[in-house]
């Protein structure tokens, strides 16, 4: 595909950067605004380049939309222009997650602050519910018409979400073998001899034997590197190891990360800067957010020539075929120990409310979480129990 003319590194910065400002509602608002930018406004890409850039990134692990921010960035001015537009659409955002942070996972924060956790943390898991619902459509029909592939399917999210309520961090195995057991039967149904496997997935999960920084660094890996389907799908990954595995937080703060990675600008794999913090204070939310964000420079740094290959590759196409819905399980999955994580009668009452704003009605994250947390500062104003 023809680059397109070169573009100046301060206008990359400026527009970048304000997309990273304006861009609240996750990856649909984030494409939103590339695509006004890059193809409407300035017409630096055509729409079919663009559209590719979309489908490209949708193949690749991690966050799409801050993937597609960064290819979109490298097309206009190769890699100058990559680790420029990478770093200010992601800045803004990590700049707001890490200050909220300080004030929410504070160790004696004012009384309205824990009304407002406790109430946004209430409609998290109706946010995962609505994120799984939202992928379930384009997953299923990818599979295919065979009742065979569709019985499949069904075997990959009972999978996925059994396995986002019982094993915690070691969830990446299921995604993982989900997408290889599909590889191994297109591949035998197609008669082309033995698939290739991907060596560096099924070694990793061995390493979380590490304590302190190394853990911190492991688990912002596994949600930059490992993290097949959407951004949702870092919570199974980070929950165990966050609340359960190392203690860096509570259950109701690990909520709050989640409410905050929400309704912050910028991707949603912000939330593992949250839990950075929690761990080893602004250092560690810097340093989890660097290890989590860098995989995603390295895919389109190195492999963004060849990305029109990949989207061709069978094997990868049947892999990503098996890891969605065992992804989309693991979102609805997470659901249950976000729920069971609700420590007050009146939490609930604002979780079915969410349920309902969001599955039932179909309507924005944003504000459901904003509602939340007003209903939630309107409890602790009222004196029932918020911490």
């Known amino acids: 595909m023809e680059r397109a003319k070169r573009v100046g590194l301060g206008t990359i910065a400026r527009e970048w950067g304000r997309i990273g400002v304006l861009g609240f509602g996750g990856p649909p608002a984030h494409i939103l605004l590339l695509r006004r930018l890059c193809v409407e406004q300035r017409k630096w890409l055509g729409p079919d380049e663009f559209e590719d850039g979309i489908a490209a990134t949708n193949l690749l692990p991690g966050p799409a939309s801050t993937q597609l921010a960064i290819l979109t960035a490298w097309r206009l001015r190769g890699t100058p222009g990559a680790l420029v537009g990478g770093a200010c659409f992601i800045a803004p955002g990590l700049v707001l997650i890490l200050a909220l942070s300080v004030l929410f996972l504070a160790g004696d924060p004012p009384l309205w602050v824990l009304g407002a956790a406790a109430g946004a943390g209430a409609a998290v898991p109706a946010v995962a519910v609505q994120a799984a619902?939202?992928?379930?459509?384009?997953?299923?029909?990818?599979?295919?018409?065979?009742?065979?592939?569709?019985?499949?399917?069904?075997?990959?999210?009972?999978?996925?979400?059994?396995?986002?309520?019982?094993?915690?961090?070691?969830?990446?195995?299921?995604?993982?073998?989900?997408?290889?057991?599909?590889?191994?039967?297109?591949?035998?149904?197609?008669?082309?001899?033995?698939?290739?496997?991907?060596?560096?997935?099924?070694?990793?999960?061995?390493?979380?034997?590490?304590?302190?920084?190394?853990?911190?660094?492991?688990?912002?890996?596994?949600?930059?590197?490992l993290s097949y389907g959407g951004g949702f799908v870092i919570i199974p990954l980070m929950q165990g190891d966050a609340v359960h595995r190392y203690h860096w937080m509570t259950d109701g703060q690990f909520l709050n990360a989640v409410a905050l990675g929400q309704v912050t600008p910028g991707p949603v794999v912000h939330t593992v800067a949250v839990v950075g913090y929690a761990a080893a204070g602004i250092g560690g939310g810097l340093l989890a957010a660097a290890v989590a964000f860098a995989p995603s420079f390295l895919f389109v740094l190195l492999g963004g020539r060849h990305f029109d290959r990949l989207r061709a590759d069978r094997r990868v196409q049947d892999f990503l075929t098996g890891a969605g819905p065992a992804v989309i399980g693991a979102i609805a999955g997470s659901a249950v120990p976000l729920a069971a994580a609700l420590g007050h009668g009146w939490q609930w009452g604002v979780l079915a409310a969410a349920l309902l704003w969001l599955v039932a009605a179909r309507r924005g994250v944003v504000a459901a979480l904003l509602a939340a947390g007003v209903a939630g500062v309107l409890a602790a104003a009222a004196g029932l129990p918020v911490a």
Request: charged share 15%; no cysteine.
């Open 133 to 225: 619902t939202s992928l379930v459509p384009a997953s299923f029909t990818r599979t295919g018409r065979e009742r065979a592939a569709r019985a499949r399917w069904a075997g990959y999210a009972l999978a996925g979400a059994a396995a986002a309520v019982l094993t915690g961090p070691w969830l990446v195995l299921v995604l993982i073998a989900s997408g290889l057991t599909e590889i191994a039967v297109r591949a035998r149904g197609r008669s082309r001899g033995r698939p290739a496997v991907l060596p560096w997935a099924v070694a990793l999960p061995a390493l979380p034997a590490v304590g302190g920084l190394g853990a911190l660094a492991w688990v912002a890996f596994k949600v930059g590197a």
